[in-house]
């Protein structure tokens, strides 16, 4: 089993990689940062952005690209966006909304904010289930996207507010006389802390600082009447505190920024391997020094020498949203797509419905999204999207079509395109049709990995 | 100018042609009818072919033609560019156009018959020229073409031919033989089915004189100059033949309750005839099946109106979009439920017996709720008054109202059906709760003279804009602000309304009683005031489209408004079904507008 | 149980070297996994619950016992066409199949079971039975979810338990640890090859050997994955397999007979799952109760009778149980529109190798009544302390809580 690198030597894990004769800047390390920054790219981008160079296909990522894959510039593909969201939502059932952002993803100019946007989805997992009303979900959405690579004390501010929040957690009258301690808990234990890393009474009082803040008629509003405005102590600061002033209190820990970039480095490095503390500690000072800019420990890890390591590549399980939406991309099903709805009805057999998770601690992510019934639902999906005979999924892509359009033989064209360097040249039969190739590929253990 | 012309309507004939394929290749002449069997399996004529011609040409058809973005797409298509080409320089060398040559070559009409031989289908058509000379030079040339083309190639002639008492009969593949007969162009399957059509048609007819069932239909559209071509099919060896096309006797317990008798018919009947008529105006399709032999069971007789009885007459309120109207005595086929459905559907029945007590008092459902109901059955849809609503809601939805007759003296009923709907709305209130969707308010106001109870959902409340704070963008109002059910009793029809303005609307039409008319059932739907309801919702419908099927929003728009076109032209359509004793008739009637 | 702890518990290095220890040709030979799970229990529970409230009074009906004549007079059954169990207690006359299930010595039908305190309320009667916690903020969880918590879900593995039906997932089944999946058809558990049965086969075996082939990497995440995706493809051919010889099982054309006909497939194929859920509704029969009910029980009764012959004849049966329960069972008086309102205690039945067949416990009796309602005597978590401590063998007092001892359903631990 490989070790991390440059575990104990966060100068060099962090530093920029710069491409050598040992570590080329080469195929393998611009899918993998595609892989990981975004939801794969297609042939066209992989070999522009291999010819770019490492730094300027991490500035593309970082600041989105100026046309969705629709042929849209990014402003109208953004607007359009807008429009299903806020009219298509009202009323909707899970697959619309659901349809909404698969949508997105699969044709947005800017991967790495979408990728984000599903981050803190399951960081401040909400579900539909239980909140019920899909416009709010889309409002919460749409507020998670807007400072996806942004702020983070916006956002965490924005969602101690944010209706759809507080009807999940049943925080929707915290009364003065009877504070609910949910919100207060929740968000030091899974939105800004982790565990341990508070007590029992820092809740309590917390919850008293947000008494006052109801939920009525779906909008977030403030009864005066209701707030206990006498003194509290959270985590070691007393005063009278509204609930304004909670996040503000928790963004001074340490521990918030550890904690964060502890889970940024599962997203982008490693899912097996346990976090290296003195890496974590080293991130999460740029993230504190920043005042909390998103960007910056992303930015970090994506330009870094540990996050282009061969040795990091596929320590991570593709969620069902990551697999679908990557192959789409990949594979160039893009015009016309694939029917939104029915790609999310895929990704919930797969094992993750968009909007609902499981719990408010998210996704356990990692291995748990294998089983039996996920992997054959998996392969399902690959057998329907390069099939004929699914009418949502299937009839986009012409695999033979797509190799030649690159003049690239198909063995090596979905090899390289989906998997590199990682698939045994054994597994694949040489004389078949690039139907079958595709599929093989597509549906390999290799694949399942990012 | 020249080549457009020659383009659009060729390719329209082309499309068509794929779609309705055998009726489009087929005429009536009148000698070729005896040179066929009477008790074909498929028998179609046409007595004027070129009639289809001509309404491909007419201008509102290519103006119709014209919006459809697939027909442009095959228009401006390399393989259509490639298939006139060809038959342009065929056209030329004939020295005439390709339109003059249709209309010469099939002008007399056109006969296709299918009969079963030895098992195997026997096919014929016949082309009655309008002019015998071009015919005769058309074949020789072609043939000329053909020969020269694999002389060039080194190839042996690909043509056969052999004599058959003094007529020549060529044939270019073991599934093709044809010949030139009493001036008519004859084509068959197998050189041994055309000489078996040759002897016909120097010996006479076969099995005498025809059959009513094929007089009567060639009457019948003689006597209409508008039928483009009509045709029989036997059932019965179609049914020997393939035993797919035997409809089984059990079926899908709700396609028996909806079509009951029709499907029986469509079991026993031995044939089945349609006709499709194209006039200026307006586009008919007629199917007709016999009664079964033996008559109806007693279960299917049920729901067969009798004399003088029939669907009610149709309503038309402001704005009426569409209509259905049905005679149906349910409470008698109630009685028999146990004959036409399974165990497991008639488990369902005694749930929806077991609920229909709950509201409507301990009642029985057969004899107490269907019985008190009549046979008079109505849907009607009308578009709502849009700008007048408020809020206006984003989707801007129709409203429909089911338009009931009941017993005329049971005024307990009536109130019971109010009180059920009062129920009905606490019921959706509870969930609504538990939804936390507002809740329903409930009221009534009297129309001339006639209690409406109304509700409404309370309007969603905008969101106070805080000072300092940018005031919120409004949101779009949710569909459910489209309704605002409603119940009433006019006179003995009672009424239950998905809005309050329908409510109002039918009132004054329900002060007389509705006549009957002739038929079962009636479908109606306009589609002007579809394409209508497209339209305004039509920005909806293209996000709709795009995340449904995957297009971008220029395949989505166009999809749409392809929509919109097919519905403006085929601007109103009416569908019938009528029993009578000897006979089962369903008849379509499509009014033709604009496409734009 | 969080994210964290859920990562170091899933993929300690422990696990992860284990995972990779197992050498590819052997990796997904069936004996292998014959042999682990004759080691372990492989009992199945199925459970269908009836909703709506079935009407226990006139299920198992207590003709002879004083009092049901007059609470029933329009909805009395006929004593002659009872199925007599006891002199005074028989089954509904539309239960011909289960009362042979008596016979056979499988069917224990458990009297007077109840809850304290009863709630009349639909929804938050089901709450409580299939949460088995009385507080109403503690649903979050059911007591096969938390039964399938404690038997830790290996990653990889067949699914632990499923719902089927299209109704949304119970409460019963809610986990902290697996999402629970609801399957309509066995289509979906199925590999979807398309084409002739020659490309069908092609297409699979080119899939197969593509994951077979061996690779020179021995990362444990990837073998993981590898004996997944085969465990996959072999559990989609063996349910084809069992559905194409499958045709001689004969069902009734009801709805739940199709629901339990899947669930036999499923368990004829030899998959890992444990736990099986389905319903039948309709039983909140407020009027015209008479036709409808039989109806109901005529498809209950049936539909398992059909299962357990099937069970039977795959030698199966001595390895699954049948739990059917409803949220409550109905007032002793009829109402006045031939119908029954919600009531509280009822019958239960326990369908499997059981102890004792039969009629278990006293009849609650019409004297003592509970505002016009049968009074319970047998908590149903009893039940269900039965059903896990000694049929599945999962502790129950962190299950049920404690102080709910096990009923005697069957016969003490396993040979």
Same mark, same amino acid.
Request: include cysteine.
């Given at each position: ?450 | ?236 060896k179609l049914r020997a033949l393939d035993p797919k096309f035997a409809i089984p006797e059990k079926i899908d317990p709700g396609a028996t309750f909806l079509f009951g008798p029709w499907l029986e018919a469509a079991r026993k009947a031995p044939w089945a005839s349609a006709a499709i008529r194209w006039g200026d105006v307006a586009m008919t399709a007629e199917v007709e099946l016999p009664a079964p032999r033996d008559g109806y069971s007693d279960t299917y007789r049920r729901y067969l109106p009798k004399p003088g009885q029939g669907a009610p007459q149709l309503l038309a309120p402001k704005g009426v979009i569409g209509n259905f109207s049905l005679w149906r005595d349910l409470a008698s086929i109630w009685e028999v439920r146990a004959e036409i459905f399974p ?254 | ?19 990779? =220890?197992? /050498?590819?040709?052997?990796? #997904?030979?069936? *004996?292998?996994? +014959?042999?682990?799970?004759?080691? !372990?229990?492989? $009992? ?39 199925? =007599?169990? /006891?002199?005074?207690?028989? #089954?509904?006359? *539309?239960?011909? +199949?289960?009362?042979?299930?008596? !016979?056979?010595? $499988? ?39 938390? =039964? ?20 949304? $997932? ?100 030899g998959f890992g799952t444990r736990i099986f859920y389905t319903s039948l509704d309709g039983f909140d029969t407020h009027a015209n109760q008479l036709a409808t009910h039989a109806a109901l029980l005529t498809e209950l009764s049936d539909s398992i009778g059909a299962f357990e012959k099937d069970l039977g004849a795959a030698g199966q049966g001595g390895r699954v149980s049948l739990l059917v329960f409803s949220e409550f069972g109905r007032r002793v008086a009829e109402n006045a529109s031939q119908g029954t309102d919600h009531g509280a205690a009822a019958p239960l039945f326990v369908v499997g190798p059981v102890a004792k067949a039969g009629l278990i416990g006293e009849h609650p009796g019409f004297e003592n009544l509970d505002d016009g309602d049968l009074r ?40």
């Amino acid at each position: 089993m490989n070790s991390l690198p440059h575990q104990s030597d966060p100068a060099r894990a962090w530093a920029p990689y710069e491409p050598s004769a040992r570590d080329p800047w080469d195929l393998a390390r611009v899918a993998h940062l595609h892989r990981r920054a975004g939801f794969a790219a297609d042939w066209s981008t992989l070999v522009r952005d291999r010819e770019a160079g490492p730094k300027a296909a991490v500035d593309r990522l970082l600041d989105g690209e100026s046309h969705a894959r629709d042929g849209q510039t990014a402003s109208d593909f953004d607007a359009l966006l807008a429009a299903m969201g806020s009219r298509l939502a009202p009323g909707a059932n899970a697959s619309v909304i659901q349809g909404i952002w698969l949508y997105r993803m699969v044709l947005t100019p800017h991967p790495l904010r979408e990728r984000m946007t599903l981050f803190w989805h399951d960081h401040f997992a909400t579900s539909l289930n239980k909140v019920g009303n899909a416009a709010l979900m889309q409002r919460q959405n749409d507020l998670l996207r807007s400072q996806a690579i942004g702020d983070f004390k916006a956002m965490l501010a924005a969602i101690g507010k944010d209706p759809a929040m507080l009807i999940w957690l049943d925080s929707t009258s915290n009364k003065k006389a009877k504070p609910n301690e949910n919100y207060a808990r929740e968000v030091m234990e899974l939105f800004a802390l982790g565990r341990g890393r508070y007590s029992e009474k820092d809740i309590q009082e917390a919850a008293r600082a947000f008494t006052g803040w109801f939920v009525i008629r779906d909008r977030w509003s403030e009864i005066p009447s209701q707030h206990d405005d006498g003194p509290k102590t959270v985590l070691g600061k007393t005063g009278r505190f509204r609930g304004e002033d909670i996040p503000a209190i928790l963004l001074e820990q340490e521990a918030c920024a550890e904690f964060l970039c502890e889970k940024l480095f599962r997203l982008f490095v490693s899912e097996v391997d346990p976090a290296p503390p003195a890496l974590v500690k080293a991130l999460a000072k740029r993230f504190r020094e920043s005042g909390y800019a998103i960007r910056v420990p992303v930015e970090t890890i994506l330009r870094s020498n540990l996050f282009h390591d061969a040795s990091v590549r596929r320590r991570r399980v593709k969620s069902p949203v990551e697999y679908a939406v990557g192959t789409v991309r990949a594979l160039e099903a893009t015009k016309p797509t694939v029917s939104a709805p029915a790609l999310a009805d895929a990704c919930s057999r797969m094992g993750q419905g968009l909007y609902t998770p499981p719990s408010v601690a998210g996704w356990d992510g990692g291995p748990s999204w294998i089983n039996t019934t996920a992997m054959l639902h998996r392969t399902n999906f690959i057998l329907a999207l390069l099939g004929k005979d699914d009418e949502a999924l299937g009839g986009r892509i012409d695999p033979a079509a797509l190799a030649e359009r690159h003049g690239v033989a198909p063995l090596e064209f979905y090899r390289d395109l989906l998997v590199q360097d990682a698939l045994a040249p054994a597994a694949l039969p040489t004389k078949t049709d690039a139907r079958e190739l595709a599929v093989l590929v597509a549906a390999s253990p290799e694949y399942q990995l990012a | 100018m020249k080549p457009r012309r020659f383009a659009s309507p060729l390719a329209a004939l082309a499309l068509f042609a794929s779609t309705i394929s055998p009726l489009a290749r087929a005429a009536d002449a009148p000698l070729g009818v005896d040179w066929v069997s009477n008790d074909a399996l498929v028998h179609v004529e046409s007595a004027r072919p070129t009639l289809l011609l001509d309404r491909f040409l007419s201008p509102s058809f290519q103006a119709y033609l014209g919006a459809i973005p697939q027909y442009k797409r095959y228009i401006e298509s390399a393989e259509f560019k490639q298939q006139s080409a060809q038959i342009e320089f065929v056209a030329t060398l004939l020295d005439t156009t390709w339109e003059r040559a249709i209309r010469d070559l099939a002008g007399g009409g056109l006969i296709l018959s299918a009969e079963v031989v030895d098992g195997k289908p026997a096919v014929t058509l016949i082309l009655t020229p309008s002019d015998p000379a071009f015919l005769a030079k058309a074949h020789t040339k072609l043939l000329d073409l053909a020969r020269a083309d694999a002389k060039g190639k080194g190839n042996p002639d690909p043509i056969k031919t052999a004599d058959h008492r003094g007529i020549t009969g060529y044939s270019v593949s073991s599934e093709e033989a044809h010949a030139i007969v009493r001036d008519a162009l004859v084509i068959t399957n197998s050189p041994k089915h055309l000489k078996t059509v040759i002897d016909r048609a120097l010996d006479g007819k076969p099995g005498g004189a025809p059959p009513r069932e094929l007089t009567d239909r060639r009457i019948q559209a003689k006597s209409n100059t508008d039928t483009i071509a009509w045709g029989l099919v036997r059932l019965e060896k179609l049914r020997a033949l393939d035993p797919k096309f035997a409809i089984p006797e059990k079926i899908d317990p709700g396609a028996t309750f909806l079509f009951g008798p029709w499907l029986e018919a469509a079991r026993k009947a031995p044939w089945a005839s349609a006709a499709i008529r194209w006039g200026d105006v307006a586009m008919t399709a007629e199917v007709e099946l016999p009664a079964p032999r033996d008559g109806y069971s007693d279960t299917y007789r049920r729901y067969l109106p009798k004399p003088g009885q029939g669907a009610p007459q149709l309503l038309a309120p402001k704005g009426v979009i569409g209509n259905f109207s049905l005679w149906r005595d349910l409470a008698s086929i109630w009685e028999v439920r146990a004959e036409i459905f399974p165990p497991e559907a008639l488990q369902g029945l005694a749930q929806l017996d077991s609920f229909a007590g709950q509201f409507f008092g301990g009642r029985e459902f057969g004899s107490g709720v269907l019985a008190s109901l009549g046979t008079n059955w109505r849907l009607v849809v009308a578009e709502q008054d849009y700008a007048k609503m408020s809020p206006v809601p984003d989707i801007k939805l129709p409203a429909f109202a089911l338009v009931i007759d009941t017993a005329p003296d049971d005024e307990e009923f009536a109130q019971r059906l109010r009180v059920a709907f009062q129920s009905f709305v606490g019921l959706a209130n509870l969930g609504a709760a538990q939804e936390k969707a507002p809740p329903l308010e409930s009221g009534s106001e009297t129309v001339d003279g006639v209690t409406i109870l109304t509700t409404h959902f309370l309007s969603p409340k905008a969101p106070a804009a805080k000072p300092g704070e940018p005031a919120a963008q409004p949101e779009p109002v949710h569909q459910r602000h489209n309704f605002t059910p409603s119940a009433m009793q006019v006179g003995n029809t009672f009424v239950l309304s998905s809005s309050i303005g329908l409510a109002r609307d039918l009132v004054p039409l329900l002060k007389t009683p509705a006549k009957s008319m002739t038929e079962t059932a009636i479908l109606d739907v306009d589609g002007r005031a579809l394409a209508r309801l497209v339209e305004i919702n039509k920005s909806r419908l293209v996000m709709q489209n795009m995340l449904e099927k995957g297009n971008d929003r220029a395949k989505a728009e166009s999809e749409i408004g392809f929509l919109e076109a097919v519905l403006r032209y085929f601007s109103h359509a009416t569908m019938t079904a009528s029993d009578a004793n000897e006979s089962l008739r369903f008849f379509l009637k499509v009014d033709l507008g604009t496409a734009k | 149980m969080h994210r964290r702890h859920f990562m170091k518990s899933a993929l300690g290095a422990s696990t992860l070297v284990s995972m990779g =220890a197992s /050498t590819i040709p052997a990796f #997904l030979s069936s *004996s292998a996994r +014959a042999a682990a799970s004759s080691a !372990e229990n492989d $009992r199945i529970l199925v459970v269908v619950q009836l909703l709506g409230g079935n009407d226990g009074i006139n299920t198992v009906v207590p003709h002879g016992i004083d009092g049901y004549a007059k609470g029933r007079r329009a909805l009395r059954i006929n004593k002659n066409q009872i199925h =007599a169990i /006891t002199d005074e207690i028989g #089954l509904h006359p *539309s239960m011909g +199949a289960m009362s042979k299930l008596v !016979e056979d010595g $499988r069917l224990a039908i458990v009297q007077g079971v109840g809850y304290p305190n009863p709630d009349r309320s639909h929804f938050r009667s089901m709450e409580i039975w299939e949460s088995a916690r009385t507080d109403p903020n503690a649903i979050d969880t059911g007591w096969l979810g938390r =039964a399938l918590d404690a038997r830790p879900f290996k990653a990889g593995a067949d699914l632990p338990g499923l719902h089927i039906g299209t109704r949304s $997932r119970p409460i019963a089944l809610g986990s902290k640890k697996t999402e629970i999946p609801s399957l309509t058809t066995l289509e979906q558990y199925r590999l979807q090859l398309t084409g002739s049965d020659v490309d069908k086969r092609k297409e699979r075996e080119a899939l197969e050997r593509m994951i077979r082939t061996d690779r020179p990497d021995t990362d444990p995440l990837l073998g993981f994955i590898r004996r997944s995706t085969l465990a996959a493809y072999d559990s989609s051919k063996r349910l084809e397999q069992v559905a194409s010889k499958d045709s001689k099982a004969s069902y009734p054309d009801f709805g739940l007979a199709k629901r339990l006909e899947l669930i036999a497939q499923i368990i004829k194929a030899g998959f890992g799952t444990r736990i099986f859920y389905t319903s039948l509704d309709g039983f909140d029969t407020h009027a015209n109760q008479l036709a409808t009910h039989a109806a109901l029980l005529t498809e209950l009764s049936d539909s398992i009778g059909a299962f357990e012959k099937d069970l039977g004849a795959a030698g199966q049966g001595g390895r699954v149980s049948l739990l059917v329960f409803s949220e409550f069972g109905r007032r002793v008086a009829e109402n006045a529109s031939q119908g029954t309102d919600h009531g509280a205690a009822a019958p239960l039945f326990v369908v499997g190798p059981v102890a004792k067949a039969g009629l278990i416990g006293e009849h609650p009796g019409f004297e003592n009544l509970d505002d016009g309602d049968l009074r319970h005597h047998t908590d149903f978590r009893r039940v269900y302390a039965a059903l896990l401590d000694r049929w599945l063998e999962i502790p129950s007092a962190p299950i049920v809580g404690e102080g709910f001892a096990p009923l005697d359903l069957f016969k003490s631990a396993r040979v």
